[in-house]
């Protein structure tokens, strides 16, 4: 299947190397220890350079989310439900939200401050994407 695939670069390889292990991995400060998404080469509170990564829970809750029903996704089914996740951690995180039957979410299935988990979608070899459930 063809599906849009993430630009995966040298900031970004530890987190997709963590969902092929079915890990959320989060940017670290080394210096200053703070959490970080997306990825990018400094810290954006002090500058530093030296990073790490820490798993993240998994867990978090519904902030946003957008029903897409147009323009076409390849390799997808539309509609699906965009959420932006508040990880438990406080950082923010689009995702797709699975299990949800689109026409249920008019009926109120999705709403504002759901917990969710993340789970993993193995595309590929080279591909796990984060994917989120009801919790
Ligand atoms: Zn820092």
Redesign the pocket.
């Given at each position: 299947m063809s599906l849009t695939r993430p630009m995966i670069s040298r900031d970004s390889q530890f987190f997709w190397d963590g969902t092929a292990l079915g890990e959320l991995r989060l940017q670290s400060?080394?210096?200053?220890?703070?959490l970080r998404f997306p990825p990018g080469p400094a810290?954006?509170?002090?500058?530093?350079l030296?990073r790490g990564h820490v798993v993240a829970s998994g867990r978090g809750t519904v902030f946003s989310y957008v029903v897409h029903r147009h323009p076409p996704v390849p390799g997808k089914e539309l509609p699906i439900v965009l959420v932006l996740v508040e990880l438990d951690e406080g950082l923010r995180m689009l995702g797709e939200l699975v299990d949800v039957d689109a026409d249920d979410i008019e009926a109120g299935a999705v709403e504002i401050g759901m917990p969710v988990q993340v789970d993993f979608n193995r595309v590929d070899d080279d591909l796990t994407l984060p994917i989120w459930r009801r919790a």
């Open positions: 400060c080394n210096a200053c220890d703070s810290c954006p509170d002090c500058g530093a030296d």
